[in-house]
């Protein structure tokens, strides 16, 4: 398990996202998603342990071997836009492999069938929080469907 205890990060005046408690685990393969600029691929170097949060910390369970290659047999892979510069067929097979992972994935990717074919949960960047929900991306956009026609009356 990887988790983040009062992360917050800021670049400037303005914060990407404050006091962020969240715990990664389980095996759950986690769809980070927001708008651009929003603070996912710094959230996920923070993760990793490249960049230092402004405040916070965030730790790894002892038993979990972190790694950005399969080739390690880890127990979590954080994996920031996969799908970039890759082809149809090459996108395929690393969806395929990502099926198969028995550990827990974090991964941040702008590719809705990716994100859809692989997320179990999905993490949400909006203002300056992470929104953790435990469901598929289509339940996910069901609920926010949902959550704006309640809104609108």
């Not at 990407?16 to 389980?26: A, Q, Y």
């Not at 393969?29 to 603070?39: E, F, H, P, T, V």
């Not at 941040?108 to 469901?135: M, Q």
């Amino acid at each position: 398990m990887i988790a983040t205890a009062n992360v917050t990060m800021q670049f400037g005046a303005k914060p990407l996202f404050e006091n962020i408690s969240v715990k990664f685990g389980d095996g759950n393969r986690y769809g980070l998603i927001g708008a651009n600029g929003c603070g996912k691929s710094t959230f996920m170097k923070i993760l990793d342990g490249s960049l230092a949060p402004r405040a916070g910390n965030v730790s790894i369970t002892p038993d979990e071997r972190l790694s950005k290659l399969m080739m390690l047999e880890p127990n979590l892979l954080i994996l920031d836009e996969p799908t970039n510069h890759l082809d149809m067929e090459a996108i395929e097979v690393l969806n395929t492999a990502l099926e198969q992972y028995p550990g827990t994935l974090i991964f941040v990717s702008h590719d809705r069938e990716f994100v859809s074919s692989l997320a179990t949960r999905i993490i949400e960047t909006r203002d300056r929080k992470l929104l953790d929900f435990k469901g598929t991306y289509e339940e996910y956009l069901a609920s926010q469907l949902a959550m704006g026609k309640a809104a609108n009356g």
